[in-house]
């Protein structure tokens, strides 16, 4: 299996590829066929593969949405998990805030100033919201302007997702997150990294409390 992932994140196989067949595989990997069956099957199960009946099999897209639904459905056994989610979303997120103030440009913040209009006008909204506050986030992590982050925020952003749903259902959490996007962008602005960092961890945590 290790041989396997290296070729895709090398990118000797990339998304949609189609593999080899077995025998050819196990050649390949320098394996038997039972070994290189049991690798294939058991990157079906982290969704890294796809195997078509009668056609073939495939590399999936990779997308970090697909990548992280075993490890949602791990995680959604484990009701303490969402404390662990919010701590390491509030790491990320606040340094990715960070380093969006160090590198914001004046167009940057004009996107960011019409989203967080947009969420005002719409905090009676709920389904609104919920799709601007994602769109706020993926606007800060876009001028931030590392891939690295980015892709592991993604896959973060899918494992919290029903949570931030639920929140966002109370009025008293949008109308605190309308506030909190003021604050980080306000920092944002003033090239502020250390407030910038501060008022997303914040917003994090108010965002992660269960509405009463």
Same mark, same amino acid.
Do not use: W
């Given at each position: 299996?290790?041989?396997?992932?290296?070729?895709?994140?090398?990118?000797?196989?990339?998304?949609?590829?189609?593999?080899? $067949?077995?025998?050819?595989?196990?050649?390949?990997? $320098?394996?038997?066929?039972?070994?290189?069956?049991?690798?294939?099957?058991?990157?079906?199960?982290?969704?890294?593969?796809?195997?078509?009946?009668?056609? $073939?099999?495939?590399?999936? #897209?990779?997308?970090?949405?697909?990548?992280?639904?075993?490890?949602?459905? /791990?995680?959604? /056994?484990?009701?303490?998990?969402?404390?662990?989610?919010?701590?390491?979303?509030?790491?990320?997120?606040?340094?990715?805030?960070?380093?969006?103030?160090?590198?914001?440009?004046?167009?940057?913040?004009?996107?960011?100033?019409?989203?967080?209009?947009?969420?005002?006008?719409?905090?009676?909204?709920?389904?609104?919201?919920?799709? /601007?506050?994602? *769109?706020?986030?993926?606007?800060?992590?876009?001028?931030?302007?590392?891939?690295?982050?980015? #892709?592991?925020?993604?896959?973060?952003?899918?494992?919290?997702?029903?949570?931030?749903?639920?929140?966002?259902? #109370?009025?008293?959490?949008?109308?605190?997150?309308?506030?909190?996007? *003021?604050?980080?962008?306000?920092?944002?602005?003033?090239?502020?990294?250390? $407030?910038?960092?501060?008022?997303?961890?914040?917003?994090?945590?108010?965002?992660?409390?269960?509405?009463?």
């Amino acid at each position: 299996m290790t041989r396997l992932k290296s070729m895709i994140l090398d990118g000797e196989l990339k998304p949609f590829d189609r593999l080899p $067949g077995e025998k050819d595989l196990a050649a390949a990997l $320098g394996v038997s066929r039972p070994t290189a069956r049991e690798a294939v099957q058991a990157l079906v199960a982290l969704n890294i593969l796809d195997v078509r009946h009668g056609d $073939g099999t495939y590399v999936t #897209s990779l997308e970090p949405r697909l990548l992280a639904a075993p490890m949602d459905f /791990l995680l959604s /056994l484990d009701h303490g998990s969402q404390l662990v989610l919010t701590e390491s979303r509030r790491v990320l997120e606040s340094g990715i805030a960070g380093l969006a103030a160090e590198r914001a440009a004046p167009a940057d913040l004009a996107s960011l100033r019409t989203i967080a209009d947009l969420y005002r006008a719409s905090v009676g909204d709920v389904d609104a919201c919920i799709a /601007l506050d994602q *769109r706020f986030h993926d606007e800060v992590t876009r001028i931030a302007a590392n891939p690295i982050l980015a #892709s592991m925020l993604s896959t973060l952003a899918m494992l919290t997702q029903r949570s931030r749903q639920h929140t966002a259902r #109370s009025l008293a959490v949008r109308k605190r997150s309308d506030v909190d996007h *003021r604050e980080i962008l306000d920092a944002i602005a003033k090239k502020d990294s250390v $407030g910038a960092s501060a008022a997303m961890s914040a917003h994090v945590s108010h965002v992660a409390k269960r509405p009463r």
